[in-house]
């Protein structure tokens, strides 16, 4: 259930491994493009594997399920706007397969969920249907890839199985192991969807704290980099890289999982999401006075590149990005601004008009680096320009 980024790579993983499958997703076109064969994401290696298992009959997606042996729960879990946790998606999934569940099916939500997400989802199921008490197996077993590389890591990566029961975690584990050659972890359900959220949540205040660092370092006349790296020759430090803020739909979403359930106890991790997130705000500021620095010193508006909009390098994925964040927030403080977007991973963007970024970085008097793509790393630094170097771009060059 749900064939995007994580369900879709699974399906075609399992599928390979000769396991029949039937790929169901609410869009239509989603279902239709991967009927022939087409992949709706961007993902290296894997539409060739789609094609021959489409090919081959083993998957087949449809709009609506079907009576399978096992069901997998993969469909969004984002925030509402007050950051609670939205399980609406993994409700309604469940929903469309409670008719088609019988005694000896397997039910698992991989969807990063909120502790006690599959209690819920069994005290439903056995609402609804109390004949399936104690006849079904119920487990939880979160995804831990990097987009990018999920044909390696959705096979190789150990996976943790939260099982309802002893007897629906180990069936789990023996679905898994038909293709997962990782080691499979077994514990129960809430321990499984906090392990999920404890790794994002590291992540996410690790993350933090180097931010922190950058910005009291700024102050302070410190270049945090070449700070990090001495640190870090310390055999037991390992600090990580500041940027502009964090963004993707996982380690910027999941802390908030835990911080709105846990409003009292989670005081470091609710800390570190206002940190990353002040992070951001903090780099809009920054490139607000640059601007109006040069206008005043120059008597003339400045011509600003705002060099990547991605929320990490290299991806084209600007979820929750604070690079988008930062550029949108420049442009609508100083609506007559002459600002160009930069983003070399998109072709075209529905709201910013992108530059090429070697044109860009020559033409600006501010050149404001917000992502560290690689190709940024090619461009010469100079002293001839403003340049706020937000995620290390210029490491080694201290006038940035
Ligand atoms: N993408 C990642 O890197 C990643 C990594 C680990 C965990 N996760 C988690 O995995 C889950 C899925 O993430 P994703 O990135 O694959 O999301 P996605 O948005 O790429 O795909 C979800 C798909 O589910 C479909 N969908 C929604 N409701 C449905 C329903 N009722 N029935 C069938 N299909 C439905 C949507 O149309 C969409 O195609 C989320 O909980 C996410 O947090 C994602």
Redo the contacts with the bound molecule.
């Keep these: 259930?749900?064939?995007?980024?994580?369900?879709l790579p699974t399906a075609i993983i399992a599928a390979k491994h000769g396991i029949e499958i039937v790929g169901?997703?609410?869009?239509p076109q989603?279902v239709d493009m991967t009927n022939q064969g087409h992949l709706h994401?961007i993902e290296p290696g894997i539409e060739e594997m789609l094609q021959e298992v489409v090919k081959n009959g083993r998957l087949h997606a449809n709009t609506t399920p079907e009576e399978c042996d096992a069901y997998f729960i993969?469909?969004?879990?984002p925030f509402k706007g007050d950051h609670d946790p939205d399980i609406s998606?993994v409700e309604?999934?469940t929903r469309?397969v409670l008719p088609f569940l019988k005694e000896g099916d397997l039910y698992v939500i991989?969807?990063?969920?909120p502790v006690g997400t599959t209690d819920k989802m069994a005290q439903l199921i056995f609402t609804e249907r109390p004949e399936l008490k104690d006849k079904i197996y119920i487990a939880y077993c979160?995804?831990?890839?990097?987009?990018g590389n999920v044909i390696y890591e959705l096979v190789h990566n150990d996976r943790v199985i939260g099982g309802l029961n002893e007897a629906s975690a180990k069936k789990a584990q023996e679905f898994y192991s038909q293709f997962v050659q990782g080691s499979l972890h077994v514990t129960n359900c809430k321990t499984a969807e906090m392990c999920?959220l404890t790794e994002n949540s590291c992540r996410d205040s690790q993350i933090a704290f180097a931010n922190e660092l950058s910005i009291i370092c700024d102050k302070a006349g410190i270049n945090v980099w070449e700070l990090i790296s001495l640190a870090n020759k310390h055999p037991r430090v390992n600090i990580l890289q500041p940027g502009c803020g964090v963004g993707g739909?996982?380690i910027a979403?999941?802390p908030y999982f835990i911080s709105s359930e846990f409003p009292k106890e989670a005081r470091m991790i609710a800390m570190a999401r206002e940190v990353n997130n002040f992070k951001a705000d903090w780099c809009a500021e920054k490139v607000q006075n640059a601007m109006s620095r040069f206008e005043f010193e120059k008597k003339r508006k400045p011509l600003v590149a705002m060099m990547g909009l991605a929320f990490k390098p290299d991806i084209d994925d600007l979820r929750e990005s604070p690079a988008k964040y930062i550029v949108t927030k420049v442009m609508q403080s100083c609506s007559n601004a002459n600002i160009m977007v930069v983003e070399p991973n998109i072709k075209e963007h529905n709201v910013f008009k992108l530059t090429n970024y070697k044109d860009a970085y020559e033409k600006a008097d501010i050149v404001v680096f917000l992502t560290a793509h690689s190709a940024f790393k090619t461009l010469v630094p100079t002293d001839s320009k403003v340049i706020l170097d937000f995620c290390g771009i210029f490491k080694n060059y201290s006038h940035c």
């Design positions: 259930m749900g064939l995007g980024y994580i369900g169901v997703d609410i869009n989603v994401i993969v469909v969004p879990t998606y309604s999934a469309m991989e969807s990063t969920s979160p995804e831990r890839v990097l987009p999920k739909h996982c979403v999941d």
